[in-house]
Each structure stands twice: as C-alpha cells, then as structure tokens.
C-alpha cells in the first residue's frame, strides 16, 4: 500500500492554492484586492510558484545518487518560461503561466516513476498543478486584461 501524504503537504499544498483561486476570481469578476489589481499580483506568484517547481526536480537530483545532468537542465526550464512569460502581454502572460503549470504537473510524474520522489508526491503534484494551472488560464480567458 502507498504511503500517504504527510498533513503538512496537504495542508500547505492547499493553502498555496489560495492565492490562485482568490486572485483569479478577483480578476475575472473585474474586482480588486484592497486597492491592487489581481492580475500581476497573479501573474507574480504564478511565476514564483513554477519556479518552485523547478526547485523540486533540482532537489530530487540532487537527492539521486546519479545526480543526471539533464534533470538539472531540465530543473530551470520552468523559471526561464515563467520569467518569459512575466513580458507577455494581457491575457498571454497568465495563459502561458497557467498552460506551464498544467504541463509541469505532467512532466514532474518521471520522477516518482523513477523513484527519486514518494509516489504521494506525484499525485499531489497532479492536483494542485491542475487547480493552479486552470485557475491561471481562467484568469487568462475570463478576466478583464
């Protein structure tokens, strides 16, 4: 049987995605946040957050006893598109942001295939990666550019 997710990443997992779901629904009802305008605010921890997940797969070479180059190449991918995507324009930067999110949920699922992370990880990767990632593209389709 698998071992399940530890609390904490559940919970933390959850609350990251609290920012996504109020900012998104802040920009597409055409509202603001104390004053602030949701979308860079958005956009911004969009990009924080990809390149979090860039960290994760540095973190699991690092951690493999193979330490493979490509995985530290591929590591920084998600920071470089997230950073291009930061000079899109509206609506592109949050659709690019989101359809990156959305992919590197799916690219992530090597790395529990290949041992370097707990298979629990992968699934949470999975859903939050879907929640964050349609959330952006929400933005980027409904709300005001």
Excluded: K
């Amino acid at each position: 049987m698998p071992r399940p997710a530890p609390s904490a990443a559940l919970i933390l997992g959850g609350a990251g995605l609290i920012p996504f779901l109020g900012l998104s629904a802040l920009a597409i009802l055409g509202q603001t946040l104390f004053g602030w305008a949701p979308r860079p605010l958005l956009a911004a921890y969009g990009a924080v957050i990809a390149s979090f997940l860039g960290g994760l797969r540095w973190g699991a070479a690092a951690a493999s006893p193979e330490g493979r180059g490509a995985d530290y190449a591929v590591a920084v991918v998600p920071s470089l598109l997230a950073w291009a995507a930061l000079s899109a324009p509206p609506p592109w930067d949050l659709r690019a942001l989101g359809a990156l999110i959305l992919a590197w949920g799916l690219v992530d699922q090597d790395l529990p295939r290949r041992g370097l992370v707990p298979a629990w990880l992968g699934r949470l990767r999975l859903a939050l990666s879907g929640v964050a990632g349609l959330a952006l593209l929400a933005a980027g389709f409904l709300g005001a550019a």
